[in-house]
């Protein structure tokens, strides 16, 4: 049957939809067929969409006979996969229950059970779309204004519900509101009063909300030029300006208003009585944010102008570009292209909406949807795209955000100040630094020389010093970063008077000469131990700060040639660093170590400190006191050291879902060898859909009846143990970071008092920036320890701008 | 995050001629990799450089940089291996084709370390594009090989 050749079959192991299709049988031809028109309709055409739509139309009527459940199904999956068009189905579906009523009824029914579906499992953009789509079939006479302002209503009882998470509230509301651009104009018109009680419920209850969590999710602290509004505020400013506008808009396309004529005729269905799921502890709702605005119609040039902040064409705008992005951030090109390419981009500052809305992305609070680098790819592709505009319009971009740093909070600062250097990496780093100069009269710690110099030692990573050096003016010397060289004290002025010289430079020959650990523990082994000199002669024997500060700065300054070298030296006397670092407080040393010696190479440090914790030569929260400790206080408010901290955290997140998952897996396949090994395939579908579920990336490969990797009951109780220490350890890492910010910021908090200062220094900021970041950056690891740190830490006695920043971490889920 | 098979992330038509095993095996190990090719680097880029771009994808499990089989240095090549798939297909979609040290790099999977590879195959030491390329590339050590032995005309040393 197949008789391509052999090598026709390699190159596309996943993808179904580039394989030539074989032609089975015509049936499915048919429908293949079928489906390509549906989801392309509305497309590149040479003839108007109404004869498009009306030719469609017609072809499915004929084909319902045969491809009723597959038309239904499709119909009812496009205005979700692409809510770009909705009024494009709508319209469609409108044309067929004009013809037939019946089908009409049925695809109700159908669409109804989708948005049901939706909710319960908690897909909530698909559960907005489905809403929307049924409200647009109310514009198109299919369903009744009746049947939709019961639903709408129910929705809104949600909104009312008593002990339910507030998150879940707003989102039906939410849900409400932004299907009303659509249907609000037909409501008004037909049902005005029940639509203005609508209204006065969602007004009511939006009085009544609380919003703590607004201020941890906004980019900037000061509402000025742009206020960072929380978005269910916006968006009902928005729609109560559509509402004084007497919902006249003009932003959506409506193909049914062209075929006025015959819809008006159609038999409206009424929905069924739709009750939103009852709320489940296991449902998780789409956490709030802000709306995001960095330009105004004054920033663009003479042209199209960008339509107000609470104009309902900015939200369409705005949820439009953000849905391309969604579905095609797998492919810059595609999505550079299919952002430059809107229906409506001649009406409105394009460039402008794009960037802004990137940018909307990359500063999300808590985490950007996608990873950085994916941004950072796309505008350079929307540069090469429209190279005219988009490079003019960037760099506008860029100087507005650098002229508001001040206010920028800290997470968004390091986004920003890593996207900068990436970008102008691309561009062989050409920018007007003359133009910011005026920011080298600033003290260090403020936040725009702060930026430059993060942003340059960020550059040098990608390129190398003496380009820096020529291409920088002579007034940015002082924040050019040094060259990334080591400072090994041992053969620099002074060495002599140094008590581990003379051990380091023999050491220095062993290594040379290929020696072994145990050869490097023996020529250590005659080091005083600085800390014995004390009459305390209860001092841990091992721990001897002098054979560290010897061994590991001759070692890392031999192996400094490059992070290869570096990693080779580690991995080969893995040995001799095992036996010196036992404790925590040597941990410790060995860390200070190489920062003596790498002070000047951030990259090295952060790279070095990651081979430590993955060779498990030092423990996460070695690392993490370590950072809060006197030594280093004067790096603190560097980038570097914050970088080093996350990562640390990261492993130990990494941990603890790796043993997680075991755990599950295990369980898993425990209990399902429990039961009767007879191949039922519903079993195995099912238990491959709930793990699914918990590991979206396992394929269930082995059969059934497979007992040979069967855990036993104690193998699962070990990994239970293993996993409930990891927890353990996990626990105690962030008490020890959040406990270590309560009292440096406590600290200074009553210092300034004392002094009668003002407490608001650049390093309070920076700090307090810090201390949200983790609980930003980590949210989903924090939150399980939410109830601990509320009655181990962060208690009522705290300070409130301390304390503040923890409850509105809390709110973001509540 | 589960990820989705697009252009981006599809195999290439290069294949190594020097891989042993069949032409199948080597793309059961390609769909697989979390190892990637990295090409059309200057001599000069930096492990560390490397190490910086990449590590905004993902943990880096390491990186072997490419080397002149005489000479030992670097000739304009390195693999990348990252802990999981996913992040090498991060790398392909958002790396692939932009800049790194001012040139624009080449990502692509890769069946796997494996010693030995870190070399050129060039007969010269380098890479075998090297030896027949007929531009000036500062980058990458000035003409072609055979360019630079004068086999294709002396007048193209001139620059």
Same mark, same amino acid.
């Given at each position: 049957?197949?008789?391509?050749?052999?090598? +026709?079959?390699? *190159?596309?192991?996943?993808?179904?939809?580039?394989?030539?299709?074989?032609?089975?049988? +015509?049936?499915?031809?048919?429908? +293949?067929?079928?489906?390509? =028109?549906?989801?392309?309709?509305?497309?590149?055409?040479?003839?108007?969409?109404?004869?498009?739509?009306?030719?469609?139309?017609?072809?499915?009527?004929?084909?319902?006979?045969? #491809?009723?459940?597959?038309?239904?199904?499709? =119909?009812?999956?496009?205005?979700?996969?692409?809510? +770009?068009?909705?009024?494009?189905?709508?319209?469609?579906?409108? =044309?067929?229950?004009?013809?037939?009523?019946?089908? *009409?009824?049925? #695809?109700?029914?159908?669409?109804?059970?989708?948005?049901?579906?939706s909710l319960k499992q908690c897909r909530w953009d698909a559960a907005r779309y489905a809403l929307r789509f049924l409200s647009d079939l109310v514009n198109c006479h299919v369903i009744s204004t009746n049947s939709l302002l019961q639903l709408l209503d129910n929705m809104v009882d949600a909104a009312n519900e008593d002990s339910v998470p507030q998150v879940r509230r707003d989102w039906y509301v939410f849900a409400v509101l932004s299907t009303l651009p659509w249907v609000g104009r037909e409501l008004y018109e037909k049902k005005e009063s029940a639509l203005e009680n609508l209204l006065v419920r969602i007004e009511v209850f939006l009085n009544k909300r609380t919003k703590k969590h607004h201020n941890s999710l906004r980019v900037w602290s000061v509402d000025a030029p742009h206020p960072q509004e929380e978005y269910l505020d916006c968006l009902w400013a928005q729609i109560r300006k559509l509402r004084q506008d007497n919902w006249a808009e003009k932003h959506i396309p409506r193909p049914y208003l062209a075929f006025d004529s015959v819809l008006c005729e159609a038999l409206q269905h009424n929905l069924p009585l739709i009750h939103p799921p009852p709320h489940q502890d296991s449902f998780e709702y789409p956490m709030p944010w802000v709306v995001y605005r960095m330009f105004d119609y004054t920033d663009c040039p003479a042209g199209p102008i960008l339509p107000g902040a609470h104009s309902i064409e900015r939200f369409l705008i705005e949820e439009h570009l953000h849905s391309i992005i969604e579905s095609h951030h797998w492919e810059r090109k595609d999505c550079a292209a299919n952002l430059l390419n809107l229906s409506y981009k001649d009406k409105i500052p394009l460039e402008y909406c794009i960037v802004e809305v990137i940018f909307a992305e990359l500063f999300k609070m808590p985490t950007p949807r996608y990873l950085d680098i994916c941004y950072g790819s796309i505008l350079i592709e929307l540069c090469k795209l429209q190279p005219s505009k988009m490079p003019q319009v960037l760099a506008q971009a860029t100087e507005i955000l650098f002229m508001r740093i001040d206010s920028m909070n800290t997470s968004c600062f390091d986004r920003f100040a890593n996207w900068f250097s990436y970008h102008l990496s691309n561009f062989q780093f050409r920018w007007s630094w003359d133009d910011w100069d005026s920011c080298l009269l600033l003290e260090p710690e403020h936040p725009r020389p702060k930026f430059i110099e993060e942003v340059l030692l960020k550059c040098l990573r990608l390129s190398y010093h003496d380009r820096f050096k020529e291409m920088m003016p002579e007034t940015y010397s002082k924040l050019l970063p040094k060259p990334p060289m080591p400072t090994y004290k041992y053969t620099m002025d002074g060495a002599a008077s140094l008590p581990g010289t003379a051990t380091a430079h023999k050491l220095v020959v062993a290594i040379r000469q290929k020696c072994t650990p145990e050869d490097v523990l023996n020529e250590l082994k005659d080091l005083p131990n600085p800390r014995e000199t004390s009459e305390n002669d209860m001092v841990e024997s091992t721990f001897n700060p002098l054979k560290i500060d010897v061994f590991v700065q001759t070692l890392l300054n031999l192996g400094s040639k490059s992070f290869s070298h570096t990693f080779a030296a580690i991995s080969k006397f893995h040995l001799v660093f095992k036996s010196l670092a036992e404790t925590e407080e040597a941990q410790i040393c060995i860390l200070h170590n190489v920062f003596e010696l790498w002070v000047n190479h951030q990259q090295m440090m952060v790279v070095i400190i990651d081979k430590l914790l993955k060779t498990q030569i030092v423990e996460c929260s070695a690392v993490a006191t370590w950072v809060f400790s006197k030594e280093m206080v004067g790096e603190f408010t560097k980038m570097y050291l914050w970088e080093i901290l996350h990562l640390t955290i990261k492993k130990m997140n990494q941990h603890v879902t790796k043993l997680s998952k075991e755990l599950s897996d295990a369980k898993e396949r425990l209990d399902r060898n429990a039961e009767s090994s007879s191949s039922e395939s519903e079993e195995e579908t099912a238990a491959a859909g709930a793990d699914a579920a918990a590991t979206p990336q396992r394929r269930r490969k082995k059969p059934i009846g497979d007992n040979s990797d069967k855990p036993t009951e104690e193998q699962v109780e070990r990994m239970e143990e293993k996993l409930e220490a990891a927890y353990v350890d996990q626990k105690r890492l962030f008490l020890i970071i959040f406990q270590r910010f309560i009292m440096i910021l406590s600290e200074h908090l009553v210092k300034c008092d004392t002094d009668g200062r003002d407490y608001d220094t650049d390093w309070y900021r920076w700090t307090v920036g810090r201390l949200q970041q983790v609980f930003m950056m980590h949210h989903e690891q924090v939150k399980k320890y939410s109830s601990t740190l509320e009655s181990l830490l962060f208690t009522s006695d705290i300070d409130p701008h301390i304390l503040d920043v923890f409850h509105q971490f809390t709110a973001l889920r509540s | 995050m589960t990820s989705v098979h697009t252009p981006s992330v599809a195999l290439s038509k290069y294949r190594d001629q020097h891989f042993k095993g069949s032409r199948h095996e080597q793309e059961r190990l390609l769909r697989l990799t979390s190892t990637l090719y990295i090409g059309n680097l200057s001599f000069y880029t930096t492990e560390e450089q490397i190490h910086e771009l990449f590590s905004r994808c993902g943990d880096i499990r390491r990186i072997v940089m490419g080397l002149d089989k005489f000479k030992k240095t670097p000739c304009g090549f390195c693999f990348v291996e990252y802990y999981t798939r996913d992040d090498a297909e991060s790398a392909m979609r958002y790396i692939n084709g932009t800049r790194l040290d001012d040139r624009i790099v080449r990502v692509d999977w890769d069946a796997g370390f494996v010693e030995g590879r870190q070399y050129g195959r060039g007969k010269s030491g380098g890479q075998v594009r090297d030896e027949y390329r007929q531009d000036h590339d500062l980058g990458r050590g000035g003409y072609g090989k055979m360019v630079q032995m004068g086999q294709l005309g002396a007048n193209m040393r001139d620059s």
């Open positions: 049957m197949n008789r391509r050749r052999a090598y +026709e079959d390699d *190159g596309d192991f996943y993808g179904e939809r580039t394989r030539k299709r074989r032609r089975v049988s +015509e049936n499915q031809e048919m429908e +293949e067929r079928l489906e390509t =028109l549906i989801l392309r309709v509305g497309e590149n055409s040479s003839s108007s969409l109404e004869s498009n739509l009306e030719g469609l139309v017609s072809v499915l009527e004929s084909d319902l006979g045969n #491809f009723r459940s597959k038309i239904l199904r499709i =119909l009812s999956e496009c205005p979700i996969k692409m809510p +770009e068009k909705c009024t494009i189905y709508s319209t469609m579906v409108g =044309l067929m229950n004009a013809k037939n009523y019946n089908f *009409g009824g049925e #695809f109700v029914d159908h669409m109804v059970k989708t948005f049901k579906e | -």
